[in-house]
């Protein structure tokens, strides 16, 4: 049974903050005051894999895919919340991709899979969904698989009228490699950082598929295109980021 997205995500420093307002004020706080209680989610590295070839299959559900004969290998996990801009206002009819490693550490990009693994043919790898009246989304997918240079994560964009507002990454909270994945500790302030380690358990006691909440908060100014390495509407740029210097210093360079 799916569980309904919690509200969106207010840091406990800064529940203090609005308390402590709303005694200061009267109870008012108008949304300027409020948007500083909201921590934007921090931009990163689109890395090598956004896929150079989407998927017929392009629905919220990456484990099964159309005419597939199984579903994906690995821990079904879903996740999800509202999409909100600065000021705390949900955002409707939003798009919200995701890309992935599958339970092998592959993705489904033409040069995805990993030396000695194999790509999962049942596993969607690329999903997105559009944002309701409230702004919320949710993913059903899998727990991704770890690579060697990563930690285990979820590559996100979101869209707002055809244009990319935000290009960030997704943790889990108690990974071990967390502590010392490059991409993670480069994305803003610590508060920032902390956005988007999210905690995920099981559904239920006899389940052993997890869930978790995630809450999306956006700027009002789109990102460059040179930033998340694509021009408008076009395919990938190549180009270095630290994605790609961890694969060509263990592997050789790959493109």
């Known amino acids: 049974m799916k569980t309904s997205p919690s509200p969106f995500h207010i840091p406990l420093n800064r529940r203090r903050l609005l308390h402590s307002m709303l005694l200061t004020t009267g109870g008012i706080i108008t949304n300027s005051v409020y948007a500083e209680a909201l921590t934007l989610t921090p931009r990163a590295t ?17 484990t099964m895919i159309i005419g597939g004969k199984a579903p994906a290998s690995g821990v079904v996990t879903e996740f999800g919340g509202r999409l909100l801009n600065a000021d ?12 992935q490693a ?11 899979a990993q030396q ?8 969607q790898g690329f999903g997105k969904i559009e944002t309701n009246a409230k702004g919320e989304y ?27 507002m935000l290009t960030t990454q997704l ?26 380690i999210r905690e995920f358990k099981p559904m239920s006691t006899e389940s052993k ?37 961890i694969k060509d210093a263990l592997f050789g360079p790959s493109f």
């Open 116 to 123: 000695g693994n194999e790509k999962d043919p049942n596993f």
């Open 209 to 245: 598929e997890l869930v978790g909440t995630w809450d999306i908060v956006i700027g009002h100014t789109p990102e460059d295109p040179e930033q998340s390495g694509r021009g408008p509407g076009g395919p990938p740029r190549i180009r270095r980021d630290a994605d790609q210097d």
């Open 171 to 196: 943790f889990i909270a108690g990974v071990p490699q967390n502590d010392r994945d490059g991409i993670l500790r480069s994305m803003g302030t610590e508060q920032q950082r902390l956005s988007v």
């Open 102 to 112: 599958d339970n092998n550490g592959c993705y489904i990009h033409s040069r995805g």
């Open 46 to 62: 689109e890395g090598p894999y956004y896929p150079d070839h989407l998927p017929l299959d392009q629905d919220n559900d990456l």
């Open 88 to 99: 705390g206002k949900p955002i409707e009819n939003g798009v919200i991709e995701l890309w």
């Open 138 to 164: 949710r993913f059903r997918t899998i727990k991704p698989g770890l690579y060697t240079g990563r930690t285990i994560h979820w590559h996100i964009r979101v869209k707002q009228g055809g244009k990319s």
